[in-house]
T-cell receptor, first 113, second 113 residues
Framework: EADIYQTPRYLVIGTGKKITLECSQTMGHDKMYWYQQDPGMELHLIHYSYGVNSTEKGDLSSESTVSRIRTEHFPLTLESARPSHTSQYLC????????????FGEGSRLTVL | AQSVAQPEDQVNVAEGNPLTVKCTYSVSGNPYLFWYVQYPNRGLQFLLKYITGDNLVKGSYGFEAEFNKSQTSFHLKKPSALVSDSALYFCAVRERGSYIPTFGRGTSLIVHP
């Protein structure tokens, strides 16, 4: 089992609320990623980080923001949630080797009413 | 630019029969190739990867994949399917020098009893 954790697993909130999805890994991985996935559908990269104080936007435009103050922690924040943000959010990390596989968390399923 | 295609949205196979899930890729130079599996309401789990060397790669749960450079393919195979293999399977590719994988759209594998 990979040591990467996401909370909350499920969240239902109202429009306009601010939310933070937490992601932590205990493997010391420098690279971390956030993907958005509608149920049973393809993954879209929304943010990634190569290390502390490094964050980049991914291929899919997103109104979310991320931070990387500590190696093990990579939270994702939505300042004002909307129904269009309803989706599953997957966090992942990978080791230093460029051919290293990704380790995924269990996901956070967000529903915005 | 790197890309990956999974031409089948769904693959159906009877339990005990061999299964193949197809993947083709496009990269500049030699690729790193990966297969992941996703069960309902879970994150992705790493199955196997090709880095270099032997074209036949063995992974978790009895799965294997064959790298074919001339056909730019990396098909996932298993000699005898189990009902518990039913899940969503993702192929991914990384160009050497990149830390960002590109995922396919996913293939739903359904194994019938």
């Amino acid at each position: 089992e990979a040591d990467i954790y996401q909370t909350p697993r499920y969240l239902v909130i109202g429009t306009g609320k601010k939310i933070t999805l937490e992601c932590s890994q205990t493997m010391g991985h420098d690279k971390m990623y956030w993907y958005q996935q509608d149920p049973g559908m393809e993954l879209h990269l929304i943010h990634y980080s190569y290390g502390v104080n490094s964050t980049e936007k991914g291929d899919l435009s997103s109104e979310s923001t991320v931070s990387r103050i500590r190696t093990e922690h990579f939270p994702l924040t939505l300042e004002s949630a909307r129904p269009s943000h309803t989706s599953q959010y997957l966090c992942a990390s990978s080791a230093l080797q460029v051919h290293g596989e990704l380790f995924f968390g269990e996901g956070s399923r967000l529903t915005v009413l | 630019a790197q890309s990956v295609a999974q031409p089948e949205d769904q693959v159906n196979v009877a339990e005990g029969n061999p299964l193949t899930v197809k993947c083709t890729y496009s990269v500049s130079g030699n690729p790193y190739l990966f297969w992941y599996v996703q069960y309902p309401n879970r994150g992705l789990q790493f199955l196997l990867k090709y880095i270099t060397g032997d074209n036949l790669v063995k992974g978790s749960y009895g799965f294997e994949a064959e790298f074919n450079k001339s056909q730019t393919s990396f098909h996932l195979k298993k000699p005898s399917a189990l009902v518990s293999d039913s899940a969503l399977y993702f192929c991914a590719v990384r160009e050497r020098g990149s830390y960002i994988p590109t995922f396919g759209r996913g293939t739903s594998l359904i194994v019938h009893p």
